[in-house]
Each structure stands twice: as structure tokens, then as C-alpha cells.
């Protein structure tokens, strides 16, 4: 596997891999300065002719820079599963995603491309997350919740049921969402509301 971004982020996913068996094998990063992940080598920036038969995963956190860089790649892309996530065997996970230690997926819920589903995040039945959504550590993504593309669901974030969080919002760390949420929302606190667009280019 080869990864893109040579980031704390590249660490939990070489780690992932490591406990499936699987190995990184070089790391593209645009920082010419970085040369080695632990004993993981940076190559540089992307080369579409190194290791072409090797598969791909993203592992910049920052959802709109994972987006674009997605537009560059010419390999495949991989996905990097846990071993301790508990995935139905209904559910859909898109290619270039990750998904963390102690993960619960439940049943039909679909999840998108190059999306994070980060550490003991649970996604209830019939979740839809769009590409490049981060669902953080701890989110509780009740029922049938749909997520917009590049949206970031804060740490220990609560949605309740069958609400829709648009695309390219912020929900801030422990947010409870309990309407939906439209495009671009920044999003804060219990019961969230809305406290302004996010402009910043990037959701964290
Ligand atoms: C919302 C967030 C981006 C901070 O945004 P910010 O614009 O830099 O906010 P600031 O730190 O300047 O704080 C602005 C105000 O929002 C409040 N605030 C910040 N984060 C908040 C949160 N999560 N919930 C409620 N209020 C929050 C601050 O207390 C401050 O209030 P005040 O104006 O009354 O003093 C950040 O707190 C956050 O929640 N990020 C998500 C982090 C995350 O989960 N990332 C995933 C990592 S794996």
C-alpha cells in the first residue's frame, strides 16, 4: 500500500494496515523536507509511475485537501479496515476510506470515498456519508443520519435520528445535532446551532 501524506493521520492508518497483514511500502508527501515515517520511506512529491500496481489511500486529515488531492491520483485506491470494526455485512465502505479501531458500522448504512471513520465511531443503520466526510472519534451517528460531502463531525458529537447534515459543514467537538444542517453550517454545542458559515476552506 502506498499513502499520500505523511501526517500523525499516515501513523494510525500504517498501524491499521500493520494489524491486516498489509505493509506500506513508500510515503508521497509535497513537503521535500520529510524523508521517513518511523522506518516508512517519503518518497517525495506524487509519481503516477512508482509501484503502479501498488493501491492508494489519502492520509491527509483536512477534507477539502484530501478531495483535491484525489483528482491527481493514477492508482487504485485501497481501503484500510480495522480488524476490531464491526462492519455489517450490509453496509458499503467506498474506496480510499478508513475505517478506525472499535468502528461499529451497522446494517445498510453506506459510506463514501476517501471518508474517515475515525477511532470507536458508531454509524447506525442506514447512515449515508458522503465522499471525504470525517466522522471523528467517539461521533454517535444515530439511524438513517445522511452526511454531505467534506463534512467534518466533530469529537464525541451526538446526531439523533434520520437528520441531514449538509455538505462542507464544521460540527464543533460534542455538538448534539438535533435538526438538519444545511450546506456549509459552522455548528456548535447542546442543543447545536448554527453560529456561521464555514469559509475557512477546510474543515478540521
Ligand atoms: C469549533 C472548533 C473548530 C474551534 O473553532 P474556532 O473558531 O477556532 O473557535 P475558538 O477556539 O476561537 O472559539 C470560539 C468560541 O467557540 C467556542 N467553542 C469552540 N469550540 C467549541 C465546541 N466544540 N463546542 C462549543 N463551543 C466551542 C469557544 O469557547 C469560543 O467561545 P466564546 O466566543 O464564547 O469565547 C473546534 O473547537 C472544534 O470543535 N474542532 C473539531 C475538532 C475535531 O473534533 N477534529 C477531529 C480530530 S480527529
Same mark, same amino acid.
Given at each position: ?87 455489517? /455485512?450490509?453496509?458499503? =465502505? $467506498?474506496? +480510499?476510506? @478508513?475505517?478506525? #479501531?472499535?468502528?461499529?458500522?451497522? !446494517?445498510?448504512?453506506? *459510506? ?36 454531505? /460531502?467534506?463534512?467534518? =463531525? $466533530?469529537? +464525541?458529537? @451526538?446526531?439523533? #435520528?434520520?437528520?441531514?447534515?449538509? !455538505?462542507?459543514?464544521? *460540527? ?33
Amino acid at each position: 500500500m502506498l499513502l499520500y501524506g505523511a501526517s500523525g493521520h499516515a501513523k494510525v492508518i500504517n498501524s491499521i494496515l500493520r494489524a491486516t497483514g498489509q505493509e506500506v511500502t513508500a510515503i508521497f508527501d509535497d513537503d521535500l523536507g520529510k524523508k521517513n515515517l518511523g522506518d516508512i520511506a517519503v518518497v517525495g512529491q506524487y509519481d503516477p509511475d512508482f509501484q503502479t500496481a501498488a493501491p492508494l489511500i489519502i492520509s491527509i486529515g483536512y477534507n477539502d485537501i484530501r478531495r483535491k488531492v484525489a483528482g491527481k491520483i493514477r492508482h487504485r485506491f485501497g481501503r484500510a479496515i480495522h480488524p476490531s470494526a464491526l462492519i455489517d /455485512e450490509t453496509a458499503t =465502505i $467506498g474506496e +480510499g476510506t @478508513v475505517i478506525m #479501531p472499535g468502528v461499529i458500522v451497522q !446494517a445498510d448504512a453506506r *459510506i463514501g470515498r476517501h471518508v474517515i471513520v475515525n477511532t470507536a465511531a458508531t454509524v447506525d443503520h442506514d447512515c449515508l456519508l458522503g465522499d471525504f466526510v470525517h466522522i471523528a472519534p467517539g461521533v454517535v451517528l444515530c439511524g438513517a443520519v445522511q452526511v454531505g /460531502e467534506s463534512t467534518l =463531525i $466533530g469529537a +464525541g458529537c @451526538v446526531v439523533a #435520528p434520520n437528520l441531514t447534515i449538509g !455538505a462542507n459543514c464544521l *460540527i464543533a467537538a460534542g455538538s448534539v445535532v438535533t435538526t438538519h444542517i444545511p450546506d456549509g453550517a459552522t455548528v456548535r454545542g447542546n442543543p447545536a446551532r448554527v453560529v456561521g458559515n464555514f469559509e475557512a476552506g477546510s474543515p478540521r
